[in-house]
């Protein structure tokens, strides 16, 4: 089975503080997605990336940045939290077949951000 | 933009009662389409998918989808919910162009046993 973690399941943060969310997956995903999830509003794509240090913009990535170092892990950082950053943040990854079609994505438990 | 469009926030239905959830997509060109689902306390996780060939496709629990490219629509369906399905779906494209995925707003089901 595909396995996806986060580092954190429940996180409360200051306005202004740096915050880094870590994600791992253990399944040689070339794929990798950060997302948040509000009611209502659905998954919204923060940023994404299909290979080692490369990344891509999603459709929300202001106040966002992330990182690819390794293939097996993606993080997301919040240069400096704010208040409107409080939200479930779910990390995803999927692979790419030999016709070059992305597959399913593969989800994480979520990390529950609380900005103060 | 990509868009998915999810016709129903909120369904409420009796155990046993048939199920479809409405969903929409705008992009005309080759897309990869999904019902994700989450259950309680628990991961996203896939439902069914359609990439090409048969229209009807079939996921896990009894539940299928349909795929109509002139209606743009991928309709989640099961002919006999049950109290467990209790969860909140997600409908999903991925435009193959764009290299990304969207997601629809979600539609929570309530199963009244």
């Known amino acids: 089975d595909v396995k996806v973690t986060q580092s954190s399941r429940y996180l409360v943060k200051r306005t202004g503080e740096k915050v880094f969310l870590e994600c791992v997956q253990d399944?040689?995903?070339?794929?990798m997605f950060w997302y948040r999830q509000d009611p209502g509003l659905g998954l919204r794509l923060i940023y994404f990336?299909?290979?080692?240090?490369?990344?891509e913009k999603g459709d929300i990535p202001e106040g966002y940045s992330v990182s690819r170092e390794k293939k097996e892990r993606f993080s997301l950082i919040l240069e400096s939290a704010s208040t409107n950053q409080t939200s479930m943040y779910l990390c995803?990854?999927?692979?790419?077949?030999?016709?070059?079609?992305?597959?399913?994505?593969?989800f994480g438990p979520g990390t529950r951000l609380t900005v103060t | 933009a990509q868009s998915v469009s999810q016709h129903n926030h909120h369904v409420i239905l009796s155990e046993a009662a048939s199920l479809e959830l409405g969903c929409n997509y705008s992009?005309?060109?080759?897309?990869?389409l999904f019902w994700y689902v989450q259950y309680p306390g628990q991961h996203l996780q896939l439902l069914l998918k359609?990439?090409?060939?048969?229209?009807l496709v079939k996921g896990i629990k009894g539940f299928e989808a349909e795929f109509i490219k002139s209606k743009f629509s991928f309709n989640l369906r099961k002919p006999s919910v049950q109290w467990s399905d209790t969860a909140e779906y997600f409908c999903?494209?991925?435009?193959?162009?764009?290299?990304?995925?969207?997601f629809g707003d979600g539609t929570t089901l309530t199963v009244k046993p």
């Open positions: 995803a990854s999927s692979f790419t077949t030999a016709g070059a079609r992305r597959t399913e994505q593969y």
């Open positions: 992009y005309g060109g080759t897309v990869n």
């Open positions: 990336s299909y290979d080692v240090k490369m990344k």
């Open positions: 359609y990439f090409s060939g048969d229209p």
């Open positions: 399944m040689d995903h070339e794929n």
């Open positions: 999903a494209s991925y435009n193959t162009n764009a290299g990304k995925s969207t």
